[in-house]
């Protein structure tokens, strides 16, 4: 029971790795904001929280948007007296080259991947810093290590995640709040949905594991980050990633 007392705000809670998150920091006693853009899914999530004899309130959120973000906040600590733990995780990717990507989904896919971060810390923060303790978990992604091609937006989001990681916690370590982020490798969720098993299986067979990642390999990561076993961790980006950035295997 890593949580028990402490309140935790997952976004991308409706799917995949954050509604697993959502769902595992409750199992470890945490009360629970499960926020998502989709409100039915974010609200299946507390519900199923709920099911499982947790504490949880959904929060229809869109990540870019600073208003829904801050009333996200606002929620947790209405709802549950204060915010310990905000897990920015929400992303969406879109695949073209940087000819063919529209200026909209460049934007979007910032707003959604980087920006999320700056706001979620933005309007986390003063009230962290308030009560002298916090942490706060970003997803970045192998994409913000090296180039892949046809995703400049995606990849530019994620080496911007990593970095500003790193610029948070040496502004607000000293205040007693440690910020660092996961990052994932390829993970079987619904966001690689449409990508046909055949070349899943190209895309793995390099990498040093040879398989794709868990939705529960993250979390596992995600919450050892945020519980107090990672005391003495900040400004990290932590890979699980089935050692891709370590090097292709059989080349
Ligand atoms: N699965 C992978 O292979 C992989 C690899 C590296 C990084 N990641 C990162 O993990 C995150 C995605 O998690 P997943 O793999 O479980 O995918 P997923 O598609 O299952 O979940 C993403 C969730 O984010 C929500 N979302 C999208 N836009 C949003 C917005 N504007 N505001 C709030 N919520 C929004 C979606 O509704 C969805 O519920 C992203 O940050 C992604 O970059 C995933």
Not at 179 to 200: H, K, L, M, R
Request: charged fraction near 20%; proline fraction near 4%; aromatic fraction near 6%.
């Amino acid at each position: 029971m890593r949580f028990r007392g402490k309140v935790a705000i997952v976004t991308g809670a409706g799917s995949g790795i954050g509604r697993l998150a959502a769902q595992r920091f409750a199992a470890e006693g945490a009360q629970v904001v499960a926020a998502d853009i989709d409100e039915a899914r974010a609200k299946e999530t507390a519900a199923m929280i709920v099911g499982e004899g947790g504490r949880a309130a959904p929060s229809r959120t869109d990540v870019t948007k600073s208003a829904d973000v801050k009333a996200m906040i606002d929620l947790g600590i209405e709802r549950f007296g204060q915010v310990d733990i905000l897990y920015n995780h929400a992303g969406i990717t879109r695949q073209a080259s940087v000819c063919d990507l529209s200026e909209e989904d460049w934007d979007l896919v910032l707003a959604t991947n980087l920006k999320s971060v700056f706001l979620g810390c933005k309007h986390v923060l003063p009230h962290m810093v308030a009560r002298g303790q916090g942490v706060i978990v970003n997803t970045g992604g192998t994409f913000g290590f090296y180039a892949r091609p046809e995703y400049p937006a995606y990849c530019a989001a994620k080496a911007g995640v990593h970095n500003l990681t790193k610029q948070i916690a040496l502004d607000y370590s000293r205040h007693g709040i440690r910020i660092n982020a996961v990052c994932p490798g390829f993970i079987d969720t619904p966001i690689n949905a449409s990508i046909p098993p055949e070349a899943i299986a190209r895309i793995v067979a390099t990498q040093p594991l040879g398989r794709p990642g868990k939705a529960e390999e993250v979390v596992a990561a995600a919450l050892f980050l945020a519980s107090d076993e990672a005391s003495f961790i900040t400004g990290t980006t932590l890979l699980v990633d089935g050692g891709q950035l370590s090097g292709r295997h059989g080349c």
